[in-house]
């Protein structure tokens, strides 16, 4: 599998004759199992039609800033959000200037302010325009704010100039934006994980929940980004921001998280069970608020929650799967029985009648439990914590 496996990669192109090598760079792109969102500019669609850009990338092609349309389905930000990667491929020396500028004036520049993904670019025109020293400070400048650069090449080109400025070809910048995320940990591979509090609804205003804030689960989701991973957080009601380069899915009830999870680990590596996934939901919801009686007392009917965590650990072929044990006595035991009954192969336990950890807290010291070894690791903060984890889950997965 390589690098750029599930990565999702949005290639701009810009108006130049190497735009017709885009066309098979999507499809490049694609064998290497990424999936690619197409957006052209004005002067791309004079080169190549965004028709064809569409057939082969299985998308439709993304052409106008101001598009209502557009913006009602994936707008500059979902697009700017959705990427792991930008690629501008064939970028101009136009769309250089502009990018230098910060200029947002059609939908690809846009999307390179919005975006947290790492931007990439493969500079394509005549050696003259390469040489120009507009052109030349414009690319210290890009390569001064971390922006790749891939090429150009060297060669004869269109206008029959021999020089620096031909596009490199697709295999070689399929190959320059898998190195791009080849150096994490998880590089290559999908992570799933749960995080925050589910509600249970009672009745149109009110439901059961937990005091989760889904910080740990947030932190392990940007520490899986970070190393690499592709990542989905199935996040149930929380305050937290979504953290870079992670695919969030909303859910409210255990039943939600349930079918997301099922749904989005079907291909993954590693699944993390970070929420606090209430046991128990009401029998029934009452479709109007219910009312006070004349009883001093009011006796709810529960009923079980689905396990999503020994859901996924049945899944075949079974992720990696984590699950956590919160717990404010006994944790030991009670780690290791969820360690069985779930079928987990790691559980990370934690002590929850201590304030300063755990809980809505920014800390937590945990111990790792596995079928004969438990270790346990100091307090640190969520953020630390996390990036340890995930550095120690890769080891694992990679091991197996
Ligand atoms: O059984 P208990 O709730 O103590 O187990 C905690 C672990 O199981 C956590 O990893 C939690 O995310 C997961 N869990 C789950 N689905 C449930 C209950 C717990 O995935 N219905």
Redesign the pocket.
């Known amino acids: 599998m390589t690098s750029l496996a599930n990565k999702q990669i949005l290639l701009g192109v810009t108006g130049g004759i190497a735009a017709y090598k885009s066309a098979d760079l999507v499809r490049r792109l694609q064998d290497a199992g990424a999936s690619v969102q197409v957006v052209m500019t004005p002067a791309a669609q004079e080169f190549i039609t965004p028709l064809t850009m569409q057939a082969l990338s299985g998308n439709p092609v993304h052409t106008q800033l101001l598009d209502p349309e557009a913006e009602a389905g994936m707008g500059h930000i979902q697009l700017a959000r959705w990427a792991d990667l930008v690629l501008i491929a064939p970028a101009t020396a136009d769309f250089m200037a502009r990018l230098t500028q910060g200029v947002g004036n059609d939908l690809l520049t846009s999307i390179c302010l919005a975006t947290a993904a790492p931007i990439a670019i493969a500079p394509a025109m005549n050696q003259g325009m390469w040489h120009n020293p507009a052109t030349q400070t414009n690319l210290d400048t890009l390569i001064k704010r971390k922006i790749h650069i891939f090429g150009p090449a060297e060669g004869g080109q269109a206008c029959g100039d021999v020089g620096p400025g031909r596009m490199l070809e697709p295999l070689q910048l399929v190959d320059a934006a898998a190195r791009l995320f080849t150096s994490g940990s998880l590089a290559g591979k999908k992570v799933v994980i749960?995080a925050g509090p589910t509600r249970e609804a009672l009745d149109p205003v009110r439901y059961l929940s937990n005091y989760s804030s889904g910080k740990m689960g947030y932190a392990l989701a940007q520490a899986a980004a970070e190393a690499g991973a592709k990542t989905i957080l199935i996040s149930g009601p929380t305050q937290l921001a979504t953290p870079a380069r992670v695919t969030r899915i909303d859910v409210i009830s255990?039943e939600d998280m349930h079918s997301a999870s099922l749904a989005a680990a079907q291909d993954c590596h590693l699944f993390i069970?970070?929420?606090?996934?209430a046991?128990y939901r009401p029998a029934q919801m009452s479709a109007q608020k219910m009312k006070k009686g004349e009883s001093d007392t009011l006796t709810l009917s529960l009923v079980k929650?689905?396990?999503?965590?020994?859901s996924i650990a049945a899944l075949e072929p079974k992720p990696f799967t984590i699950?956590?044990?919160?717990e404010s006595e006994n944790l030991l035991e009670y780690a290791r029985s969820?360690l069985q009954h779930?079928n987990l192969d790691l559980v990370v336990a934690n002590n929850i009648s201590d304030s300063s950890i755990g809980f809505n807290s920014d800390d937590n010291a945990v111990t790792l439990v596995e079928k004969n070894t438990a270790t346990e690791i100091s307090q640190r903060s969520k953020q630390q914590l996390a990036r340890e984890l995930i550095a120690l889950f890769a080891q694992k997965i990679t091991a197996q």
């Open positions: 749960t255990a069970a970070a929420a606090a996934v046991d929650n689905p396990d999503i965590v020994a699950g956590f044990a919160a969820k779930k």
